[in-house]
C-alpha cells in the first residue's frame, strides 16, 4: 500500500503523450500545424474562385489586395458575397470544432458535440418564436427597432441561445460532477425542442418553411455590419480554450486528479461551459444549428496528430473546423450551377463516413478520454 502511495503522480501531458495514443515525433507537429495552415489558406482561395460564376484566382488576389477585377461584376461577388461567407465558414468551423473538443474532454465521452448542453435547443426556440409572430404585433414591434429578415433571425437565435447558456452556468456551478450536468443539458435540450414542436405544430405551412430553411444551416447569411459581433464572440470563446489547455489536460484523469493538483475544478467546469455556450450560441445565432462539425472535428485532429494533448488539439482544431466548414460550404453550393444544398445534410453525408473508418481503426479511442 504504501508503495503504490509512493509512486509518482504522472503528468497530464505525460498521460496524454505516453497512454492516450500512440507516440508521434514532436518535431512533426509544427509542420503539421503549418500543412493545415497552408490548406486552410489554399480552401480559402478556393471559396472565393469556385461558385455558380468562377473566378479566376490571379483576380481574386488583385482583389485582396484592393485593387480592381477585370470585371466590375467579379469585385462585387468575391468583396459583397463570397469574402464574408468564407469568413463566415472559417470562424463558425473553428468554432464548433474547439466547442467539440472541449465538451468531448469536459464529459469524457466521445459522442459529445457543442448543442449537448441544449444551447442549440434554445436558439431554434427564440427562432420559432420569431417566426411565429412574423406578420402579427410582435413581428411588427421587432421589426420597428430594425430587426428585419436575417439580424431577426440572429437577434431571437442569440437570445434564446444565451438564456440556455445563462442557465447551464448556473447550473454548472452548482453540481458536483460533469455527469449530472449532461443529463440536465440533454433534458434541458429536450424541454426546449418539446416547445419548439408545440409551437410548429399550431403554425401554419409557410412560417413552418421559413423555420425550416434556418435549421439547413448557412454560411452566407452573415453581413460585414454583423461581422464584428460573430467574430467577437468567437474569438472570446477560442481564446478561453487556449486558456484552459493544462486544465483540459488534468480533466483527462479525471476531476479527482485534477483537485489533487490544486486545480479549482469548479471555476473550470464553469469555465468550459462558458467558452463552450459562447462558441455554439454566437454561431448558431448567425449560421443556424450547424451539425457535424463539432464532433468530427476533435476526431479528425487526433487522428492526425495522434495525440490527446491540448496544446496541440487546441490549434490543431482550430484550423482543421475551418477547412472542414469551407469544404462543406463550397461543396454545397454545387460549383457551375445555381442550386444550393442544405448545409448540414453536406456536412452529415460526407464527413460521417470519414469520422465512421477513423473510429474503426482506432482501437484505444477511450483512452484518450481517460478511459
Known sequence: MSQTLSKPIPRPADYAEDTALPRLNLGLRPWLLLVLLAGLAGAFLLSLAVGSVSIPLDQIVTVLLGGEAERASWTNIILKFRLPKATTA???GAALGVGGLLMQTFFRNPLA?????????GASLGVALVVLAAGTVGGTLLAGFGLTGDLMLASAAALGAGATMLIVILIASRLPNSLTLLILGLMMGYLVSAAVSLLLYFAIPERIQAYLSWTFGSFGGVTWEQMPILAGGVLIGLCIALLLTKSLNALLLGEGYARSLGMNVSLTRVAIVSATAVLAGTVTAFCGPISFVGIAVPHL????????????????????????????????????????????????????PVVIVIILRQRNLQQSFGG
Open 90 to 92: 472559417v470562424l463558425a
Open 301 to 352: 485532429c487526433r487522428s492526425l496528430f495522434h495525440t490527446s494533448d491540448h496544446r496541440v488539439l487546441v490549434p490543431g482544431t482550430i484550423l482543421m473546423g475551418a477547412i472542414v466548414a469551407l469544404i462543406a460550404a463550397l461543396i454545397a453550393e454545387v460549383p457551375g450551377r445555381n442550386l444550393i444544398l442544405p448545409l448540414n445534410a453536406v456536412t452529415a453525408l460526407i464527413g460521417a
Open 113 to 121: 458535440d457543442p448543442f449537448v448542453l441544449g444551447v442549440s435547443s
